[in-house]
């Protein structure tokens, strides 16, 4: 079992910046990759970047490659989202999760069918 404790919302005006912070407690070693992810409201969850915790890679959705940088920190088993030059497109929930399922080919690492446990979600709200 893992926990994911998210932090890090909150309301931001467009161009400004946010980041998020993700910190992992449990069987920290059975994760593989740990995740981001948001939802809108009558949207589906969208898989926003992940990243390898063995070797750091990183995957980032097209709307956001560029804007958002995914970290870690594995001593302190958290993973961070620095949000730079936010669009009210950005509004959502966000979601950290992590996967212990195995090794993902790209085209997986940003699905969420991959991973096994969710936070609980921190709102980001951007304002024009």
């Known amino acids: 079992q893992v926990q994911l404790v998210e932090s890090g919302g909150g309301s931001v005006q467009a161009g400004g910046s946010l980041r998020l912070s993700c910190a992992a407690s449990g069987d920290t070693n059975s994760i593989e990759y740990m995740g981001w992810f948001r939802q809108a409201p009558g949207k589906e969850r969208e898989g926003v970047a992940a990243i390898d915790i063995g070797d750091g890679k990183t995957y980032y959705d097209g709307s956001v490659k560029g804007r958002f940088t995914i970290s870690r920190d594995n001593a302190k088993n958290t993973v961070y989202l620095e949000m730079d030059s936010l669009d009210p497109e950005d509004t959502a929930m966000y979601y950290c999760?992590?996967?212990?399922?195995?090794?993902?080919?790209?085209?997986?690492?940003?699905?969420?069918?991959?991973?096994?446990?969710w936070g609980q979600g921190t709102q980001v709200t951007v304002s024009s």
């Open positions: 999760a992590v996967s212990t399922l195995g090794r993902l080919s790209a085209s997986r690492a940003l699905g969420a069918g991959w991973y096994n446990y």
